[in-house]
């Protein structure tokens, strides 16, 4: 399996480094950010499965679908400069589209190929489909994980309006030292998931990151979000003052739960 899945490493860098000699100066460095990102939620994903009981043939599933997760990303980037997927362009759709249209999983039977598309498709989910197979369930729910740890790296190396690239807040927000809305309170004290309609100010965003914990399946992410100081960063970009006080308290305890179970 280590030659496919080089082979799956080799069609991604042509097929993003195509990309790359497209890219104007201004996104230049976002592209060459997606290609980065990827090779950091493959390593992610392969050390869920070092520490997880996963069934042998399901793992080249799972570090095949990290490599191929964000093909959608490159032409959203090249076309529209645009993370936001709320603009017509689903970069989880299209990166479906886009991998039924190559050769880079002809190699694997039918059933390795549509767990690896069903994970591209629905990686970007805010709740996943309740009809999933357990195997579909599984490549997603390690995929998912991968990729929370390294856009919440990236929030944190970005979190601030300041940012000369790569904005970490996303479009129709508004950075504000201390306004957040009360849905997002409530549903965060309530340890719910923030849909991604429901934020308004950036202390809303940072709820609705830190709010992932209750969104993540395995040991080793906890752990690596505790151990990488990634959480306390995001805890540490609110404010002190109530209703976050009570906010911070809360989140600090339930990883530290979730640490404690793994």
Not at 15 to 42: F, P
Not at 48 to 76: K, M, N, S
Not at 170 to 186: A, G, Q, R
Not at 207 to 212: G, K, Y
Request: hydrophobic letters at 40%.
């Amino acid at each position: 399996m280590n030659t496919e899945i080089k082979r799956c490493l080799d069609w991604f860098d042509a097929y993003a480094r195509g990309y790359v000699n497209r890219a104007s100066k201004d996104i230049l460095l976002t592209v060459q950010s997606k290609i980065s990102h990827t090779m950091r939620v493959l390593a992610h994903v392969r050390g869920i499965i070092r520490e997880t009981p996963v069934r042998e043939d399901l793992a080249p599933v799972a570090e095949v679908a990290a490599i191929l997760h964000d093909v959608g990303r490159f032409p959203q980037l090249i076309n529209s400069a645009s993370f936001d997927d709320r603009t017509g362009y689903n970069h989880a759709e299209e990166g479906e589209r886009i991998l039924r249209m190559a050769d880079v999983l002809e190699p694997f039977d039918e059933t390795f190929r549509e767990l690896v598309l069903t994970a591209v498709r629905y990686h970007n989910l805010g709740l996943l489909p309740e009809d999933l197979t357990d195997d579909e369930r599984l490549v997603l729910e390690i995929l998912r994980d991968a990729d929370k740890l390294d856009a919440l790296r990236n929030t944190v190396k970005y979190m601030s309006p300041d940012t000369p690239y790569g904005k970490a807040l996303k479009s129709d927000m508004v950075w504000h030292d201390s306004e957040v809305s009360d849905e997002v309170v409530k549903l965060t004290l309530q340890r719910k998931l923030i849909p991604f309609t429901a934020i308004k100010w950036s202390n809303d965003f940072v709820l609705f990151l830190t709010c992932w914990i209750h969104d993540l399946h395995f040991p080793y992410a906890y752990r690596h979000l505790h151990e990488s100081g990634t959480f306390e960063a995001l805890l540490d970009a609110l404010p002190e003052e109530a209703p976050f006080d009570r906010i911070k308290k809360q989140l600090r305890s339930d990883l530290q739960r979730f640490l404690d179970q793994g």
